[in-house]
C-alpha cells in the first residue's frame, strides 16, 4: 500500500511546494518509489521547483479528463530515477479536478509507487480540499508566525473532518508539524514564535524544523531542491525529515542560535 | 422651582398578594416555610401585600407583620374588601392600606394568586433542567470548528484553538487552554460558569454578559473560571 501523503498549511508562502520537492527527493535518495503530484492546479510551481517545467507536455488535468496515460504525464526526474512528478496545469483552474477521477489515479499511482505526496494549494477552498481528502498522512507547513500557526490550525480541523478517513470513520490522519523558515536568533530576540509555542498551540508530533536560509531561495531559482545542498543547514534538516518520516528518532537541530564570541565558544554547549 | 428635583406619578406594579384564611400565626407560619422552600430563590425580597377579608376572627397586625419578614419578604401593607373602621385601625397602627380597584377585587386577587403560582411551578422547573448532562469532547477543537452542547454542560478535554467556538446551555469545562471563544449559559442560565486549565480566550460569555481578552488580564494564562455575580462577570482562580 501506498503512503499518501499531503502537504499542506492553509496559509501561502510557508514552503509547501519547497518542502514537498524536498521530501519527494529524499525519500527516492533512499531507495522509494516517489510520485510527487501538484495540486496547485492554474499556479503551477512544482516543476520549477524540481527543474523540469520545459519537460511538461500533459498534466494532471490532462489525466483527469482522460486526453492523456498516467505514463505520458508523469516525468521522471533526471537526478534520481524512482522519482516522478506529475505536475498541474497552468491554464485550468481547480474546478477541473473531482473526486471520483482524482481517487481513480491515486489507486492508478499507488500500483507502481511506494509514496505518493500531494502538493496543496494554498486555502481551504476546493483545491486544497481535494489534495487532503485521500491522504493517510498529512505534513503541516507552518512558519513560526500567528497568522500560519491559525490557518494550520484550520486545516488541522479540516483533516479531521473533511477528509475520506473522517467521512468514512477510519483511523484518523496522522498528522505532523513541520515548522519552516525558523529563525533561533529572532526567536531569542522575541520577533518569533518558538517552536515550544507553535507545538502547543497546534499539538501536533513535531516531524521537523528548517531553519531560514538563503539556500532556500538560491535552489528554488536554479530548479535543485535544496535537499540536495548537503552543505546548508536547511539541506540537512529536511534530510532529518525523511529520517524520521521512515521511523528514525533523529534529535532536532538548528534550535539555537549560533554563538558567535571567543566565551561562548568555550564554554558554550 | 422649589420641588424640581423630586416628582410624585402615579404607577401600576403587579404585587404579590397572601390571601390568609387562618388567623393562627401558627399555621400561616407552617404554610409559608413549605411554600418558601420550593423556591427560596424566588421569594426572596418579594414586596407582599397581605389580603386580611377572609379572616374570621382579629389577628396581631404587628406579630404577621414581623413572621412576614422573618421569610424575607419585603411588607408593604394590607389590602382586602374590610370595614373602614378596620382599615382606620390598620392605618393608625401605622401599616398601610393598599386599595385595589373596585371592579373585581376578588377576580384580581385570584389572578393575582395564580400568576404566583405558575411563577413558582415555571422556577421550580428551571431548577430542574439545570441539571444537565455532560456532552464530552475528546480532542482539540481547532481554528473554525464549533461545538454546542444543546441543553448539556460541555467538556473538552483538550485545548480550544484560537478562532473556535464552543457553547453550551450549562457549563463550559476545558481541560487544555481556551484560546477561542466561550459561551456558557447559551439559553439563558445566570449560574452557568466556565472553567478551563490556562485562560487565554477571545472571548467569554454567561447568560448574555460578555467579556473580551483584555477583561481577562487578571488570571490571563493561568488556570481560572467565570462566573456571574450580580450579573457581572468575575473570573476567580482554579486551583
Request: glycine fraction near 8%.
Amino acid at each position: 500500500m501506498a503512503r499518501i501523503i499531503v502537504v499542506t498549511s492553509g496559509k501561502g508562502g510557508v514552503g509547501k511546494t519547497t518542502s514537498s520537492a524536498a521530501i519527494g527527493i529524499g525519500l527516492a535518495l533512499k531507495g522509494h518509489k516517489v510520485v510527487l503530484i501538484d495540486f496547485d492546479i492554474g499556479l503551477r510551481n512544482l516543476d520549477l521547483i524540481m527543474g523540469c517545467e520545459r519537460r511538461v507536455v500533459y498534466d494532471f488535468v490532462n489525466v483527469i479528463n482522460g486526453e492523456a496515460t498516467l505514463n505520458q504525464a508523469l516525468i521522471k526526474d533526471k537526478r534520481v530515477s524512482s522519482l516522478s512528478i506529475l505536475p498541474a496545469s497552468q491554464t485550468r483552474d481547480k474546478d477541473a479536478l473531482n473526486k471520483e477521477n482524482v481517487g481513480k489515479v491515486l489507486e492508478e499511482l499507488g500500483k507502481t509507487f511506494d509514496y505518493i505526496i500531494c502538493d496543496s494549494p494554498a486555502g481551504i477552498e476546493a483545491g486544497a480540499m481535494m489534495a487532503l481528502y485521500f491522504a493517510d498522512e498529512a505534513i503541516v507547513t507552518t512558519n513560526p508566525e500567528v497568522s500560519s500557526v491559525r490557518d494550520s490550525d484550520r486545516i488541522l480541523g479540516m483533516l479531521a473532518s473533511r477528509s475520506r478517513r473522517a467521512e468514512l470513520g477510519l483511523e484518523p490522519i496522522k498528522e505532523h508539524l513541520l515548522l519552516t523558515r525558523y529563525s533561533p536568533k529572532r526567536v531569542e530576540e522575541g520577533e518569533m514564535l518558538s517552536v515550544e509555542d507553535v507545538v502547543d498551540i497546534l499539538s501536533i508530533p513535531l516531524l521537523g524544523v528548517i531553519p531560514e536560509s538563503q539556500s532556500v531561495l538560491k535552489a528554488s531559482n536554479a530548479g535543485e531542491p535544496v535537499i540536495l545542498d548537503v552543505e546548508s543547514d536547511a539541506g540537512k534538516a529536511y534530510q532529518d525529515v525523511i529520517d524520521r518520516l521512515l521511523g528514525e528518532t533523529v534529535e532536532f537541530r538548528f534550535l539555537v542560535a549560533e554563538k558567535k564570541g571567543i566565551f561562548s565558544r568555550m564554554f558554550g554547549g | 422651582m422649589a420641588d424640581a428635583s423630586i416628582e410624585f406619578k402615579g404607577s401600576s406594579f403587579t404585587l404579590s398578594v397572601l390571601h390568609l384564611r387562618t388567623s393562627k400565626l401558627a399555621n400561616i407560619r407552617a404554610d409559608l416555610i413549605k411554600k418558601v422552600a420550593q423556591a427560596p430563590d424566588f421569594f426572596y425580597l418579594v414586596p407582599v401585600v397581605v389580603n386580611i377579608e377572609k379572616l374570621m376572627a382579629a389577628i396581631d397586625y404587628q406579630a404577621l407583620k414581623t413572621l412576614i419578614e422573618e421569610f424575607n419578604f419585603t411588607f408593604v401593607g394590607f389590602t382586602g374588601d374590610v370595614a373602614t373602621e378596620q382599615r382606620k385601625l390598620i392605618r393608625e397602627l401605622g401599616f398601610s392600606f393598599v386599595n385595589t380597584t373596585k371592579v373585581s377585587t376578588a377576580q384580581k386577587a385570584a389572578i393575582a394568586q395564580e400568576s404566583v403560582t405558575t411563577e413558582v411551578a415555571k422556577i421550580v422547573a428551571s431548577t430542574e433542567c439545570h441539571l444537565y448532562t455532560d456532552k464530552v469532547h475528546r480532542g482539540q477543537i481547532r481554528s473554525g470548528q464549533q461545538l454546542y452542547a444543546k441543553d448539556q454542560n460541555l467538556v473538552v478535554i483538550g485545548s480550544v484553538s484560537a478562532g473556535a467556538e464552543v457553547i453550551a446551555d450549562g457549563n463550559i469545562h476545558v481541560y487544555g487552554s481556551l484560546r477561542g471563544r466561550a459561551i456558557a449559559g447559551a439559553k439563558g442560565h445566570h449560574k452557568a460558569q466556565i472553567y478551563c486549565q490556562n485562560l487565554e480566550a477571545e472571548l467569554v460569555s454567561i447568560n448574555g454578559n460578555y467579556w473580551l481578552s483584555e477583561s481577562m488580564e487578571q488570571h490571563w494564562g493561568s488556570p481560572a473560571f467565570i462566573h456571574l455575580t450580580d450579573s457581572e462577570l468575575t473570573s476567580s482562580k482554579l486551583i
